[in-house]
């Protein structure tokens, strides 16, 4: 007898992730990659922090925390809000957890039912969309393209017929690395607060602007739920520790799906993350790399004859219209790393539909990544 598979574990595979696969399956084989395919900084915490980091090891049990997560990284961010964006947070508002994707579904679960509509921008980061899809939600997008810049606007949202039950925005974005200016924010914040719409604001790419700061939803309203992470601008992808700023009302029923989804974060992973707080102007620098590359990468894609990209305000992401060359993105970046060992993301990732058309090329590797993959990509194309 055949057993069968849940219909919410279905849905479409995260292509960076699978693309990343497939790199490592070649750099198994003894290839040298470029990886340009995901979100993943070259450079990890600074070697002073790991060394105060080994000093906890050592003397810290390691057990598990309150589900909430500990309470000296809890202030910490709090303090780090003061700080960064002169937002006062209350550290019993911050809940800790599994990486940005575990808040996602924290703030998903706690705040919709099974068929609400929450709106998502088009392109956008594919896990909101499948993450939503498998928790019973609909989402539902709403394209933003050149003629916008590629941002969120508050008019494009009262368009959206019938109206909304929640909404999800990322400035900077992924994959556009737009940001929203801070009027424009207000603007969408008030939007939702008139017409109770729940906003979800993924902030993650915080910290990562070539311009303007990005604005913090935190300090515009107290009903929104703000995501972010340790894994971008602090470059702790694999420990997997991220947070929320949560309303009140959500506070307990996020902390009741905790308990029982996952108990609580990695603990030594929060340990870590009170040592990054600490060591933030470390991270600052890495951004001056990023700037560079990004530079680098925008002279040298119009030469491959990919000249029409998205403004890269932010994050570490060219999102580039490769129409010129294929209408087959998805078979065009399998061809890229299999000819060249230079790994990058079909827009059909962010954007089932015009996603076809376009790729996106990640920038936080190191210079000599970058610089050795536009030399492969100009003698292949």
Same mark, same amino acid.
């Given at each position: 007898?055949?057993?069968?598979? /849940?219909?919410?574990?279905?849905? +479409?595979?995260?292509? /960076?992730?699978?693309?990343?696969?497939?790199?490592?399956?070649?750099?198994?084989?003894?290839?040298?990659?470029?990886?340009?395919?995901? =979100?993943?900084?070259?450079?990890?915490?600074? +070697?002073?922090?790991?060394?105060?980091?080994?000093?906890?090891?050592?003397?810290?049990?390691?057990?598990?925390?309150?589900?909430? =997560?500990?309470?000296?990284?809890?202030?910490?961010?709090? &303090?780090?809000?003061?700080?960064?964006? @002169?937002?006062?947070?209350?550290?019993?508002?911050?809940?800790?957890?599994? @990486?940005?994707? @575990?808040?996602?579904?924290?703030?998903? %679960?706690? /705040?919709?039912?099974?068929?609400?509509?929450?709106?998502?921008?088009?392109? =956008?980061?594919?896990?909101?969309?499948?993450?939503?899809?498998? %928790? @019973?939600?609909?989402?539902?997008?709403?394209?933003?393209?050149?003629?916008?810049?590629?941002?969120?606007?508050?008019?494009?949202?009262?368009?959206?017929?019938?109206?909304?039950?929640?909404?999800?925005?990322? #400035?900077?974005?992924?994959?556009?690395?737009?940001?929203?200016?801070?009027?424009?924010?207000?603007?969408?914040?008030?939007?939702?607060?008139?017409?109770?719409?729940?906003?979800?604001?993924?902030?993650?790419?915080?910290?990562?602007?070539?311009? &303007?700061?990005?604005?913090?939803? /935190?300090?515009?309203?107290?009903?929104?739920?703000?995501?972010?992470?340790?894994?971008?601008?602090?470059?702790?992808?694999?420990?997997?520790?991220?947070?929320?700023?949560?309303?009140?009302?959500?506070?307990?029923?996020?902390?009741?799906?905790?308990?029982?989804?996952?108990? #609580?974060?990695?603990?030594? #992973?929060?340990?870590?993350?009170?040592?990054? %707080?600490?060591?933030?102007?470390?991270?600052?620098? %890495?951004?001056?790399?990023?700037?560079?590359?990004?530079?680098?990468?925008?002279?040298?894609?119009?030469?491959? =004859?990919?000249?029409?990209?998205?403004?890269?305000?932010?994050?570490?992401?060219?999102?580039? &219209?490769?129409?010129?060359?294929? #209408?087959?993105?998805?078979?065009?970046?399998?061809?890229?790393?299999?000819?060249?060992?230079?790994?990058?993301?079909?827009?059909?990732?962010?954007?089932?539909?015009?996603?076809?058309?376009?790729?996106?090329?990640?920038?936080?590797?190191?210079?000599?990544?970058?610089?050795?993959?536009?030399?492969?990509?100009?003698?292949?194309?």
């Amino acid at each position: 007898m055949t057993l069968k598979i /849940a219909r919410r574990g279905q849905i +479409p595979p995260f292509l /960076a992730m699978d693309f990343l696969r497939a790199a490592a399956r070649r750099e198994a084989q003894g290839a040298h990659v470029c990886h340009l395919e995901v =979100g993943q900084p070259a450079s990890g915490l600074p +070697p002073a922090a790991l060394a105060e980091l080994g000093k906890t090891l050592a003397t810290e049990r390691m057990g598990y925390t309150v589900a909430q =997560g500990i309470e000296p990284l809890r202030h910490a961010l709090a &303090d780090m809000y003061d700080t960064v964006y @002169g937002v006062s947070v209350d550290p019993e508002r911050i809940v800790l957890t599994c @990486g940005s994707s @575990g808040g996602f579904v924290l703030a998903i %679960l706690a /705040a919709f039912e099974p068929g609400d509509r929450v709106g998502i921008t088009c392109p =956008g980061y594919p896990a909101y969309r499948h993450m939503l899809s498998a %928790l @019973g939600c609909e989402p539902v997008p709403i394209r933003v393209d050149a003629r916008t810049g590629y941002r969120l606007t508050a008019a494009a949202l009262e368009a959206v017929d019938p109206p909304l039950d929640g909404l999800i925005v990322a #400035s900077p974005a992924n994959p556009t690395g737009t940001v929203i200016p801070g009027p424009e924010m207000q603007a969408i914040m008030t939007v939702c607060d008139a017409r109770g719409i729940r906003l979800i604001s993924d902030e993650i790419y915080h910290g990562l602007t070539y311009a &303007d700061p990005a604005t913090t939803v /935190a300090g515009l309203s107290p009903n929104p739920i703000v995501v972010n992470s340790f894994s971008k601008f602090y470059c702790m992808t694999g420990w997997r520790l991220g947070w929320v700023v949560a309303p009140a009302e959500l506070l307990r029923p996020m902390e009741c799906l905790a308990q029982n989804l996952y108990i #609580s974060p990695p603990t030594l #992973s929060q340990h870590a993350g009170i040592l990054a %707080l600490r060591h933030r102007a470390d991270f600052d620098v %890495l951004r001056e790399t990023y700037a560079r590359n990004r530079a680098l990468l925008s002279a040298a894609l119009p030469e491959l =004859g990919i000249r029409h990209f998205a403004p890269a305000d932010g994050a570490f992401y060219l999102y580039a &219209d490769v129409s010129d060359i294929t #209408s087959d993105s998805l078979a065009f970046c399998e061809r890229m790393l299999e000819e060249t060992g230079v790994a990058t993301t079909p827009g059909l990732d962010f954007d089932d539909g015009e996603g076809s058309r376009f790729v996106r090329f990640s920038f936080c590797t190191t210079t000599a990544e970058i610089e050795e993959a536009v030399r492969r990509l100009k003698a292949w194309l």
